[in-house]
């Protein structure tokens, strides 16, 4: 019977393990649990178990034994427990081959005691039984005195004697031990440490350390002294070493465990030492005292790691999920305080890169977030390293990464420069380094001019209070002149409190991350929304879908032309060929996908012609500007240099073109800058003018308050009077006077009281009083009493008499005027408040004491000082409002008279626009209302997707990107971001992760074959190289033209320790250099890359050392993409002995710098360093090994001597070649001649100099005295001529006598004037002019200034006097004279003056020769509102009225108040208060006041109740007194509670009109805790559907307990522990078994002697036939068994019961169709660890596992199905009747769209699928039958009832709950028959036959459709036959069961059927039918209550 039961079970295992196999994961798990995690479960560590705790239990259970039971008694009190006996030792050596090969393995399990075959619970209640007795069998042989014995033994030995013994020996160890037997432990635990068995020591210690056995040892070592044990000192240090020797054993084996417990007990043994060493004296070597804290030290460490390690595991699990939190458009941009502590908590979620984002705002949110912690996180860091390192008071240096701080920093001042309000700031004042953080010692001794702190735009960060609060600032300027000084110019960001500025020390961060680049891309993402964001489809969804452009789409078979040939831009049959088009096949390829796709994708790998295949793109569609309506085509380029390189190419076909930004270097382009081509056309801005005006106003207001500001905080003079009177009281003004010797006056007052020393001397030196510029401020300064000192000296040194001593004693006065201003200066001010109060009301100052007057002054200066912070803080103000008008003015939309600004004007009519993206996310305004429809971006791999997506309008219909992922990727700041959130990956590279089509450039244009096999096949597995690189020249010189020299030599630490650098490496590279150069080569051609900065500037350094190669570029590798070279020479620079390569292990840097080359490529590294650290690097070592071309020197070739070869590995061996050639001598004959004498030289001759002697003569044999390479020139021998006029000469031997002009001087009489002048003899007398003056004089009335010029203009016809003009200005309304020259004709006055406007008074500045009057004033006005009386918002040229201001005025007849404008006139109908009148009726009018009060309407109720449709009494209103109210009216204000009791169990929470009186239930608000099918309870709400559970898996096996979430376990990988001694299992834990259940009867015997009772193989049952005959008897019973003596048991080891197998099995057998975990049927614990029925608990666990598969479904599926239905529903309802309805189809479509790539699971999209069905079952029902229904008012009810159902089943589009579904099926079989009612109404039978018979039951159909509670199916099949049987119309059934809907996961609802379909039967169904059919194959399933019939047998 048994086996036959046992068959037809395991015939489903066998089944169950088929399916498994077919569609089986294929995820792995991690192979074997280590030892850390075994040990944490043993039931003896104390972690699971209490012994006190469970004594008790087992006392209040009578578990424990009494003295007085027997053993009989004991055993039968214990249910299900075995007694121990000699059970264990049996079983040991029945198993001992099994036993054995646990150990070795190491793997025993701490749940089943090793491979003993002992049930868990057994032995924990065995254990629990022993400790309760401290004499027993367990504890034998582990006395003291035989435990002394076996410590003699061998350590193997004693370590496999504690093995078997394990479990005495780890009871004793549970026991208080004494401190002997202590001693005694810990030194044979130390000895078996040192065996080699290390997997036997693993168990051991285990097993046997635990915390209550650490307390004892730890005890006891302080117990030694305070008990003053007596132990020798020789066993107490025994003891300790022992000690140690254990803890650190079983730290290096279970190191998990060991720091979870460990850690105290080292400190603690350290401690006790250090007690014995102080207070017994004990002699404890000092290593010990050292290993104990290293190991202390190690303990602690491991915390860390574990709990580090905790920690990322738990972040990594948060950051995974992406959930809406604080909108990312409130954030601020600039850091705020908080944002920079570590308290900050950022949901920071990965970019997704595959697959696409849930939405718009979920990308956006996402990208904002990790590009705002890219540049957060380096700052929030340095700074809290920071502030740690201070409160640490640790001097000593800490290098903090990406932030320098600066100490002892002071604000100097403001001012304006250009549109910015700078801050000027001194960062080193003290000029010395200070040990704090990285302070910078700046200075002399920094290159600021080629450092890379304060660049443009960098962040600075002061705080004054260790950054409890922070001010902001930008560098704005970073001139080397003030950097060198400590002084830096900043721009302050928000608000600042001026007052504390300059009063404070700060401490300055300065972050390395650049934040410019940031702040521009991050306020342009805030801008983007839901409808403005571009290109979703494929930013947003990743569509794999090529689509045309939308302007090709718009205009079918559009005509492209290019190359005068015309072409169906679709069609690519008619384009032209590739010829034609002069590009290669993929470039071709690639032209047609950029031109055709809307999205076009081209990657180029190097040499391929990105560049120009980017210009043939834009020249032909610049060719097609019509086709595509025009607009400019936007250029993007990630770097100025590769914009300006683009741009550059589009000269070439059209100039329209203009460049954004102003960080252009090519000159080319300068004309094309926007704010050139804008001042070229004179395009000016609507009232910009004015506002720069005002600016320029503001700005010298502002400068001129700084200025003043320093001179009252100098205090180095006496400060005018004009200043002072506006900050003193008023009759203290009139006191001074106003006129010019008030300031005398006020001196002479501050003076009185000085008493004259008789004395030269007052104490100061003059020399320590520096020269002052004030500009008028002081109307006497220390310099200038310095100054008439020093004057009344000089007077004094030349006076006599009277005059001496009035000098001296002037002098003595202003000297001791001098040091008593001076000491009155710097005295220590503190206002006495009172005292001065007093002083102020005083009326005549003259009787004050000096004191007090000085007092006052000091008084005056500290307001004047108030009053300019103030005003600072106004004109700061105002300049930043003036500053962000001016901005808007320059982008806004449209100016007052309609015209486009200047700047839109301008791009709006280009060809092309050129930007950086930087400069796109700065201009996004403007770019959103250009709206450029085509954009291209170069480098599109390197620029961050952020970066890409900013420069996108949301009119953008085509967008190419253009590059190389395989080249740079973009450079976050924060490595973990780029890594783990994926923000290295850019828009180019996620687009072809994500299966987007691209093309790939393949023919290669720029390096020789050797270079491009670096790279290929190593990157690019498929590069052609072009026929036109297989022709290049080998390099001059070089005996390689690749090749890679490697050496040894070390790198060294450059820039503050931030960069690398390598000398060794740069003075080699600059050496070649020079060689190539000698070789003809121009310096243009050589490039030198380098992949650090430090190397760069190094290089640099040694460049600038030798003339000849200064023009050589040296660049990173990083700024030299996208650029190309003949020569490349690469310096690696990395080599250091830890093998660390840095940057160089990056693919893609790497193939950048391998791919600049066309022609030479030599780079020097240590490249055996680099091939072990980086699989490239090694693939690149096999390449240069297979072309020799790898060395440790380079060969140079002599180009003259081709057989002299050099080799060179270092800078100095290029000495032996000094000029480029070899060491021979030239010997070759010179152009002149001479032998060249020189060392060879490649150079040709023609650039030498020879400098032998000239040997040439002249035609009088005069020898050349030149050298041979300088030119004769004419001979200069002087030789004595007579000339023509007679006089002799001594000429050059060259010179011809006769054509020399004498210069013999002589007098010459002018005939024209008379005069006589001296002339030369040789002059021509004609062209002598006359040199006496003329003296005439001029019409103007000035006299002639010129010399005699009778023969050129004797009248002054046309002189033109240069004397300045004596007239005034034209129009001139003051006395402004002409500027110009006499000559000139004068003009109106342009001299600026203020004048006042006629009409309103404002001052304006204009051109004195303006009328006011015609001057429009555009300033604010400042009338008052004649109503509100607010000043006017208008400007002053302006009307005042219209006043917009919103002011609260009083309505005229009921007094309430509203809100309205000013100019607005108000009447009682806008009242929107609540009416306060009282109805004729008595009642309140519920209204608003507005609204006059209807007492018809009155809707108060009342007590008066009627009975409604519902049949519940409903109180009436007013107005229903004189009326009979319908009963359908009363019933849709029913409130009564519904209180029916809902298929999930719960009571209904709704009211009689909320659940339409039974039809539709409202959602139950309850939570499920139903059960689900995997064991645990549901926690979802019971309105949603059952969620996948996510608690923790309860699943354990032999092995171990799964600790993962339910239904996510990973398969055990060990192997199944089923054996028997007829057959074993070979499979692993996780496998179904490959045995069948073994039923020979067990052989053991039980404890008490007697046969064990069940199978073979099987546990054995803890009962006995002769033992316990009851309890055997019950387990019969339990399952309704009836068994014999041969009857066989087995014991279920998860819950301890023992059944009847026959019974058991059949009991299974009967719930083996229900989807659950197989469970014991007694107490429903899931059965996992029985042998016998481990396939069967697989087979349910993955029938479990499938179920769940299907309702969480495959959402991408489902929703397509829902949008196929989506759209058919919506081609139904294009009905006239359904227009009101149309609205939730379209709220539908935009659900799917905005949710469409959200993983929420499948269970929302099939209750979708649900709603959508019975949507169509109502529309198409009624289209069917809506023709056969009379046009009236049948049909308009039908209509209505339609609708109302639509928005029903779509107004909510969450989850359809089963109570729903069956309530909409109810409602859908209603419509269906009240529409064939309908239907039947208009057929002419049916009226002709009207009376008959068929009436009555028609009647009672309208009525049962009518009625207001739930339509059963019954019903409908009921009337649905009537209506058939009527004979009048025929109409097929249609119940309405959508198969989309999803069932819940709780227990008891899916079954499955014998074709292995899944299915639900759940309370969706009616409990009543008893009989339905699985949905798929129709097999009847259920008899009465889920019950199969008996023929479906599983």
Same mark, same amino acid.
């Given at each position: ?78 249910? +299900? ?187 603690? @043994? ?24 290293? %190991? ?30 604080? &909108? ?21 979620? =990965? ?24 540049? %957060? ?156 964001? =571009? ?106 240099? /590769? ?108 003076? @009185? ?141 449209? &100016? ?76 976050? /700041? ?79 630490? @450059? ?48 460049? &600038? ?62 490249? &055996?360093?680099l091939a072990d650290k980086s699989s490239l690097w090694s693939k690149i070592r096999e390449v240069l090994l297979e072309k020799e071309a790898v060395g440790t020197h380079l060969t140079l070739q002599c180009l003259k001597h081709p057989d002299q070869l050099t080799e060179v590995s270092k800078a100095e061996d290029f000495y032996d070649v000094p000029e480029g050639g070899c060491r021979l001598k030239c010997n070759e004959k010179m152009n002149c001649g001479h032998i060249c004498e020189k060392v060879c030289h490649p150079q040709s001759h023609d650039e030498y100099k020879c400098y032998e002697i000239c040997n040439r003569v002249c035609f009088r044999d005069h020898r050349c005295e030149k050298q041979c390479w300088q030119d004769c020139g004419e001979c200069m021998v002087p030789v004595e001529s007579t000339l023509p006029c007679g006089h002799v000469k001594k000429l050059p031997c060259h010179v011809d006598s006769r054509k020399y002009k004498c210069r013999v001087e002589v007098i010459y009489k002018i005939p024209e004037c008379g005069h006589e002048i001296k002339k030369p003899c040789g002059a021509d007398a004609s062209k002598v002019c006359c040199s006496s003056p003329c003296n005439g004089r001029l019409l103007c009335g000035h006299v002639c200034s010129f010399k005699c010029h009778v023969q050129f203009d004797p009248y002054h016809l046309h002189y033109k006097c240069l004397r300045e003009c004596a007239r005034k200005n034209v129009n001139c309304q003051g006395e402004h004279m002409c ?39 555009? !300033? ?5 509102? !004649? ?21 609260? !005025? ?23 208060? !609540? ?210 003596? +041969? ?66 479904? +495959? ?102 709950? =089963? ?17 064939? %009612? ?59 069961? =959508? ?40 097999? /009847? ?14």
């Open positions: 019977m048994a086996s036959n039961l046992s068959g037809l079970l395991f015939k489903e295992i066998e089944e169950g393990r088929q399916k498994e196999e077919a569609g089986k994961d294929k995820e792995e798990k991690e192979a074997n649990l280590s030892w850390r995690y075994m040990s944490a479960d043993a039931p003896g560590d104390g972690q699971h178990f209490s012994t006190k705790k469970f004594q008790n239990e087992l006392r209040q259970r009578s578990y424990l034994n009494d003295n007085n039971a027997s053993p009989s008694d004991n055993m039968r009190g214990r249910s +299900n427990l075995r007694p121990n006996g000699n059970l264990y030792y049996e079983q040991m050596d029945r198993n001992q081959q099994s036993s054995d090969g646990c150990v070795e393995s190491g793997e025993l399990s701490p749940k089943t005691d090793g491979c003993r075959g002992i049930n868990v619970g057994a032995q924990q209640w065995m254990k629990m039984e022993i400790v309760s007795h401290p004499i027993d069998e367990c504890t034998a042989g582990f006395q003291e005195e035989e435990m002394r014995e076996k410590l003699k033994m061998d350590p193997s030995e004693l370590l496999v004697y504690l093995q078997t013994k394990l479990e005495g020996f780890t009871t004793l160890l549970k026991r208080k031990l004494s401190p002997s037997m202590i001693m005694l432990v810990v030194e044979i635990l130390a000895k078996i440490t040192t065996t080699s068995n290390k997997q036997l020591q693993a168990s051991l210690l285990a097993h046997s350390i635990h915390s209550s056995v650490l307390e004892q040892f730890s005890t006891f070592s302080f117990n030694i002294i305070a008990q003053n044990m007596e132990f020798s000192a020789e066993e107490f240090t025994n003891y300790f070493e022992n000690l140690y020797i254990l803890y650190n054993t079983f730290v290096q084996m279970i190191p998990a465990k060991a720091s979870e417990i460990l850690s105290d007990h080292c400190t603690r @043994a350290v401690m006790a030492l250090q007690n014995l060493k102080v207070m017994r004296k004990l002699p404890v070597a000092p290593k010990l005292e050292e290993d104990y804290r290293s %190991l202390m030290d190690h303990v602690e460490s491991l915390n860390e790691l574990h709990e580090s390690v905790a920690q990322k595991r738990c972040r990594e699990k948060v950051k995974r999920e992406w959930q809406p939190g604080i &909108d990312f458009r409130e954030l601020s941009v600039i850091p705020l305080p908080q944002d920079l502590s570590l308290k900050m908590k950022v949901n920071l979620c =990965p970019a997704v890169i595959d697959g696409p984002y849930k939405s718009v705002e979920h990308y956006l949110d996402v990208q904002f977030n990790l590009m705002r912690e890219d540049f %957060l996180i380096p700052l929030r860091e340095g700074i809290m390293n920071f502030i740690d390192h201070q409160s640490s008071k640790s001097n000593k240096y800490k290098r903090i990464e990406n932030v320098r701080f600066y100490q002892g920093v002071r604000f100097l001042n403001h001012f304006c420069e250009g549109d910015s309000l700078v801050t000027e700031v001194l960062f080193n004042p003290r000029a010395k380094s200070t040990h704090t953080a990285q302070m910078c010692c700046v200075g002399s001794r920094h290159n600021w001019s080629r450092s890379k702190r304060f660049l443009f735009g960098t962040l600075l960060c002061f705080s004054s209070d260790l950054f409890s609060s922070i001010i902001l600032g930008l560098v704005v300027d970073r001139r080397v002149e003030l950097l060198e000084k400590g002084i830096l110019r900043c721009e302050l960001v928000g608000d600042v409190n001026d007052g504390e500025l300059f009063e404070k020390e700060f401490i300055m961060a300065e972050s390395e991350v650049y934040f410019d680049a940031y702040q521009h891309v991050l306020k342009a993402m805030q801008k983007f929304t839901e409808e403005n964001f =571009p290109l979703k489809e494929y930013l947003i969804d990743v569509s794999p879908d090529a689509h045309y452009p939308t302007y090709l789409e718009r205009i079918p078979g559009t005509i492209y032309r290019s190359k005068r040939i015309e072409f169906n831009v679709l069609n690519k049959d008619s384009w032209p060929s590739k010829e034609k088009m002069e590009l290669n096949e993929s470039q071709y390829k690639a032209l047609q996908s950029a031109l055709t796709k809307k999205c076009a994708v081209i990657q180029g790998p190097p040499g391929t012609g990105k560049t120009y295949l980017g210009l043939k793109i834009a020249e032909v569609l610049l060719e097609n500007t019509r086709k595509w309506q025009g607009g400019p085509i936007l250029v993007v380029c990630y770097t100025n240099h /590769a914009l300006d390189q683009f741009l550059e190419g589009i000269l070439s076909f059209t100039r329209n073109i203009v460049r954004i930004g102003s960080q252009s270097k090519n000159e080319k382009l300068d004309d094309y800058n926007l704010r050139v081509v804008r001042k070229n056309k004179g395009l000016h801005e609507f009232g910009l003018g004015d506002v720069i005006k005002e600016m320029n106003e503001c700005t010298k207001t502002i400068n001129e308050c700084n200025e003043r500001l320093k001179m009252c905080m100098k205090s180095e003079g006496i400060i005018y009077l004009e200043y002072l009177i506006r900050v003193m009281e008023c009759h203290m003004v009139i006191h001074f006077g106003f006129n010019s010797q008030g300031d005398l006056q006020f001196q002479e007052w501050l003076f @009185a009281g000085l008493y004259f020393q008789n004395s030269m001397k007052s104490g100061v030196d003059l020399n320590d009083i520096k020269p002052i510029n004030h500009n008028g401020f002081y109307s006497c300064s220390l310099f200038d009493i310095k100054n008439i000192i020093n004057e009344l000296k000089f007077e004094e040194s030349r006076a006599e008499g009277y005059e001496l001593e009035d000098s001296r004693n002037e002098i003595i006065m202003w000297v001791s005027r001098l040091g008593y201003m001076k000491r009155k200066l710097s005295e220590p001010f503190e206002p006495n408040m009172d005292l001065i109060q007093r002083l102020t009301k005083l009326q005549n100052l003259n009787f004050l004491h000096s004191d007090h007057r000085w007092m006052l002054y000091r008084y005056w200066v500290l307001k004047l000082v108030q009053k300019y912070d103030s005003d600072l803080v106004r004109y700061r103000g105002y300049f930043k409002r003036l500053s962000e008008q001016k901005f808007k003015l320059m982008e806004r939309e449209n &100016d007052p008279d309609g015209s486009v600004p200047s700047g839109e004007y301008v791009i709006s009519g280009s060809d092309v626009v050129g930007m950086t993206t930087t400069a796109a996310a700065r201009h996004q305004n403007l770019l959103q209302r250009v709206g450029p429809k085509i954009v291209i971006v170069e480098e599109a791999a390197e620029a961050m997707e952020s970066h890409v997506v900013v420069c996108l309008s949301a009119q953008c219909e085509h967008l190419i990107l253009i590059g190389d992922h395989k080249q740079l990727r973009p450079s976050p /700041a924060v490595y973990r971001l780029a890594k783990d959130y994926h923000l290295e990956i850019s828009l180019f590279e996620r687009l072809l992760m994500n299966g987007i089509r691209f093309d790939t450039l393949r023919i290669q244009h720029r390096m020789r074959p050797d270079i491009a096999d670096l790279v290929f096949p190593a990157v690019y597995p498929v590069l052609e190289n072009h026929s036109s690189v297989l022709s290049y020249d080998n390099i001059v010189g070089l005996k390689k033209n690749l090749f890679f020299i490697t050496h040894t030599h070390l790198e060294e630490k @450059a820039m503050d320790d931030l960069s690398k650098k390598n000398t060794h490496e740069a003075e080699f590279l600059i050496a070649l250099c020079r060689y190539i150069v000698m070789q003809g080569y121009d310096p243009s051609q050589i490039t030198i890359l380098t992949s650090y900065l430090g190397q760069m500037y190094l290089l640099s350094e040694e460049r &600038d050392k030798y003339y000849y190669i200064k023009n050589v570029r040296i660049a990173v590798v990083d700024k030299f993409q996208g650029e190309e070279n003949d020569i490349i020479l690469l310096s690696l620079v990395r080599n250091n002995e830890e093998g660390k390569i840095g940057f160089l292990a990056s693919e893609n840097r790497t193939c950048v710098a391998l791919s600049r080359a066309k022609k030479g490529l030599y780079i020097i590294g240590n490249l &055996d360093m500027k110009k020259k006499c000559f000139e004709e004068c003009k109106p006055c342009k001299v600026k003056v203020k004048k006042a406007l006629p009409k309103c008074m404002h001052q304006y500045e204009m051109d004195c020769s303006t009328d006011p009057s015609t001057v429009k004033c555009l !300033k604010q006005c400042e009338r008052n509102c !004649k109503d509100c009386g607010r000043l006017c918002k208008k400007m002053c040229v302006e009307p005042c009225g219209d006043c917009p201001e919103v002011v609260e !005025k009083k309505l005229p007849n009921c007094d309430h108040k509203v809100k309205v404008k000013c100019c607005e006139v108000i009447d009682n109908r806008i009242c929107k208060e !609540k009416c306060m009148r009282i109805m004729s009726c008595g009642h309140n009018c519920r209204g608003v006041c507005g609204i006059p009060c209807d007492e018809k309407n009155c809707e108060t109720l009342i007590k008066k109740t009627a009975i409604a449709r519902c049949g519940h009494e409903v109180r009436l209103c007013c107005k229903e007194t004189s009326m009979d109210p319908h009963p359908h009216v009363l019933m849709l204000r029913c409130k009564e509670p519904c209180g029916k009791i809902l298929r999930c169990g719960h009571k209904c929470k709704g009211t009689c009109v909320q659940c339409m009186q039974g039809r539709i239930h409202i959602t139950c608000p309850e939570n499920c805790e139903r059960k689900l099918i995997c064991g645990h309870k549901c926690t979802a709400p019971c309105s949603q559907p059952c969620p996948p559970c996510k608690e923790q898996c309860h699943f354990r096996c032999d092995h171990s307990q799964c600790k993962s979430n339910c239904g996510k376990c990973s398969p055990c990988q060990k192997k199944c522990g089923w054996s028997c001694e007829h057959q074993t299992c070979s499979k692993n834990c996780s496998d179904f078994c490959d045995r069948p259940p073994c039923n020979e009867p067990c052989t053991r015997k039980l404890g008490c002697g007697h046969e064990c009772i069940g199978f073979c193989g099987e546990r054995c049952p803890n009962l006995c036939r002769v033992c316990h005959p009851k309890e055997v008897e019950d387990a019969l019973v339990s399952l309704n068994a009836t068994g014999d003596k +041969n009857s066989r048991f087995i014991m279920l080891p998860d819950c301890g019961h023992v059944f009847e197998s026959t019974s058991l099995e059949k009991s299974l057998c009967m719930t083996a169709h229900v989807v659950k975990l197989l469970a014991c049927p007694l107490c429903h614990v899931p059965i996992q660890r029985a042998y016998r029925y481990k396939t069967a608990a697989k087979n349910h666990w993955n029938r479990v596992m499938q179920v769940k598969q299907m309702v969480t479904g +495959n959402p991408r599926q489902v929703s397509k199905k829902v949008e196929k239905l989506a759209v058919k529903l919506c081609s139904l309802m294009d009905l006239e009747d359904f227009q009101k309805s149309r609205s939730f189809i379209d709220k539908l479509k935009q659900f799917l769209r905005s949710n469409k790539k959200a993983h929420f699971g499948a269970s929302i999209l099939y209750s979708l699928e649900a709603r959508i069905e019975f949507a169509l079952s109502v529309v198409e029902h009624y289209r069917e039958l809506c023709a056969a229904i009379v046009a009236g008012e049948s049909l308009l009810k039908c209509t209505e009832e339609a609708n109302f159902l639509i928005h029903i089943f779509l107004g909510r589009l969450n989850n359809v709950t =089963p109570q729903e579904y069956g309530d909409y099926q109810g409602e859908c079989m209603r419509f269906h028959i009240m529409m064939e %009612l309908r239907a039947l109404e208009g057929s002419e039978e049916f009226k002709a036959a009207k009376g008959g018979h068929w009436q009555l039951e028609y009647e009672q159909c309208c009525e049962f459709v009518a009625e207001s509670c739930r339509f059963s199916e019954d019903k409908y099949l009921e009337m649905h036959r009537k209506i058939n049987a009527s004979g009048y119309l025929h109409f097929p059934s249609s119940v309405v069961k =959508p198969r989309g809907f999803g069932f819940d996961l709780h227990m008891g609802c899916w079954y499955e059927c014998p074709n292995y379909h899944f299915f639900a039967v759940g309370e969706c169904i009616s409990q009543d039918k008893q009989t339905v059919s699985c949905d798929q194959c129709n097999v /009847a399933i259920i008899e009465g209550s889920h019950r199969l019939f008996s023929g479906n047998n599983v």
